[in-house]
């Protein structure tokens, strides 16, 4: 039986990603390759929508990308070292700035037209005490500020260069298959922290970014991954 394309890009992350020492370049860059050349049917979506025939005929049932209203997850895999799920978007969907610390992100957009637009701190964030809390807030410099159309090659983010702090907004129908090392942990310190932009005129490039609420209007639906089995008994993690 033929290896499915999902099934070699999650040894690999097996492999890759351990707590013996972090990934080289080298490293990387195979998984970037491996992570290019998926597509939407690869991991059980059909992008164009419910009535378009599936001609690999691969599996029974499929995620109707084109009929999503609201941003939904769909969970792949998990473990201390990894995680692998997908983003989709309907039109005009936005996640706000948010960040990934200590973490390692690859990132492929299987489908759609998205806007990215990602910073990276220049100076340590500081807390400042603000509407009866403390909050962290912090200068960063511009790292990405562009327009993904799919097919296009995934991007990268380190815990300090990259954009590891980034926002989305779908301008299609749209979806992100996203490899997290490690995956975010509130009790080892790896929250999911969100921002407010705030751009400084005098310094174009730059912005203090300041810690906020998880948006009230940020509504993240579930869904089941529909896609090919993986096969796990190989973890050596």
């Known amino acids: 039986m033929e290896t499915t394309k999902l099934q070699r890009l999650f040894d690999a992350c097996n492999e890759v990603f351990t707590d013996e020492e972090p990934p ?27 009535g378009t025939p599936d001609h690999t005929n691969r599996y029974r049932k499929l995620v109707d990308g084109q009929s999503l209203t609201s941003i939904t997850y769909i969970h792949i895999y998990e473990s201390e070292y990894f995680s692998m799920g997908i983003f989709c978007f309907p039109a005009g969907a936005s996640i706000p700035f948010h960040d990934h610390p200590g973490m390692t992100v690859l990132s492929k957009l299987l489908y759609g037209s998205m806007y990215h637009k990602a910073y990276d701190w220049v100076l340590p964030t500081k807390l400042a005490h603000l509407k009866d809390r403390h909050t962290r807030t912090g200068l960063a410099g511009l790292a990405v500020d562009e327009v993904l159309e799919a097919p296009c090659q995934p991007s990268v983010l380190f815990p300090r260069s990259g954009g590891n702090i980034h926002s989305f907004t779908a301008l299609t129908p749209s979806a992100i298959l ?59 993690n």
Do not use: C
Request: without cysteine; aromatic residues 10%; hydrophobic residues 35%.
């Open 24 to 50: 080289s370049y080298r490293q990387i860059q195979w998984l970037r390759h491996l992570l290019d050349s998926m597509e939407a049917l690869d991991v059980g979506i059909n992008e164009f929508g419910e």
């Open 178 to 236: 996203d490899v997290l090392s490690p995956p975010y942990n509130d009790e080892l310190g790896r929250p999911s922290t969100y921002f407010y932009e705030l751009p400084i005129r005098a310094l174009p490039g730059y912005a203090v970014l300041e810690e906020r609420d998880l948006p009230e209007d940020l509504t993240v639906e579930g869904a089941p991954y529909l896609g090919p089995k993986l096969t796990l008994d190989a973890i050596n």
